[in-house]
């Protein structure tokens, strides 16, 4: 599978304009008073992306592997001298592997993203290069009843120099950040009618965390009720500590034909 894409498209990235968020950078909430200011790549054909996917079957195993060369899909430099966001370049290779293991399915993911604008580490104002890696376990462990598994490892390349290259006062992040989540999902009453959901996304370095629980009930076959919430939690310099004050519950009637 080859993609080409002729002008950048980011990914949908929090700016401050609807959901607010802790800035470190500014030293406060940024909400939509004062969202974040991003210079976005937009030339046609300069700006572009171009991804590749090779995969084959091996037995009962899905294997793959991957490659990408565009930009960071989210804004990951900033302009000291303005507070500027900008989309560095990046290049990434990586790999999966997804089959039964026991009872149940495993997959595992690998890759190796090279932040070109950084290549050394040392600017501390463009996202360092990273490896990454994902280990995952699903299976139903009771009737009608799932659990998913999930590990989650974001190492950072060239630390030393991204420490010694800080600014004075700046807070640093951690060397190796690592997630666990768990996703349980459970159908009852007939035809599987209603869905009770939980999925959480728990940090192991910064601990701080996501809930994401959801009741689903299929009223008729067009009518459908959902009722959840997103709930954040943790010190506002964190990944997900810093969108707390968007914790939410909500209510949805769908209907479909």
Not at 28 to 55: C, H, I, Q, S
Not at 125 to 137: H, P
Not at 178 to 183: A, F, L, R
Not at 199 to 217: A, G, I, K, W
Request: with cysteine; aromatic share 18%; glycine share 8%.
């Amino acid at each position: 599978d080859i993609v080409y894409t002729p002008k950048f498209d980011p990914d949908r990235y929090v700016n401050g304009s609807r959901l607010s968020f802790y800035d470190p950078a500014l030293g406060t909430l940024r909400g939509k008073n004062m969202p974040m200011e991003v210079e976005r790549p937009d030339r046609w054909f300069d700006d572009d992306e171009l991804a590749l996917r090779m995969y084959r079957s091996l037995g009962a195993y899905e294997l793959a592997a991957y490659g990408y060369i565009g930009f960071w899909k989210g804004p990951s430099g900033m302009y000291p001298a303005t507070g500027r966001r900008f989309f560095s370049d990046l290049t990434v290779i990586g790999a999966s592997l997804r089959g039964p293991v026991g009872y149940g399915i495993g997959n595992t993911e690998f890759s190796w993203y090279d932040s070109r604008d950084d290549p050394e580490g040392a600017n501390p104002f463009v996202q360092n290069s990273e490896m990454r890696f994902l280990l995952g376990y699903e299976q139903e462990v009771a009737a009608d009843l799932t659990l998913g598994l999930q590990y989650y490892l974001n190492y950072m390349l060239n630390y030393h120099r991204y420490r010694k290259a800080l600014p004075q006062g700046a807070s640093a992040r951690d060397e190796a950040r690592n997630w666990i989540t768990v996703d349980l999902t459970k159908e009852l009453m007939a035809q599987n009618q209603l869905v009770l959901s939980l999925f959480v996304f728990y940090s192991l370095s910064e601990n701080d965390c996501y809930f994401r629980p959801r009741v689903t009930y299929d009223f008729t076959d067009n009518w459908k009720i959902q009722i959840g919430g997103n709930i954040f939690a943790g010190k506002q310099e964190t990944f997900f500590g810093q969108f707390e004050e968007n914790s939410n519950v909500y209510a949805a009637v769908l209907y479909s034909f």
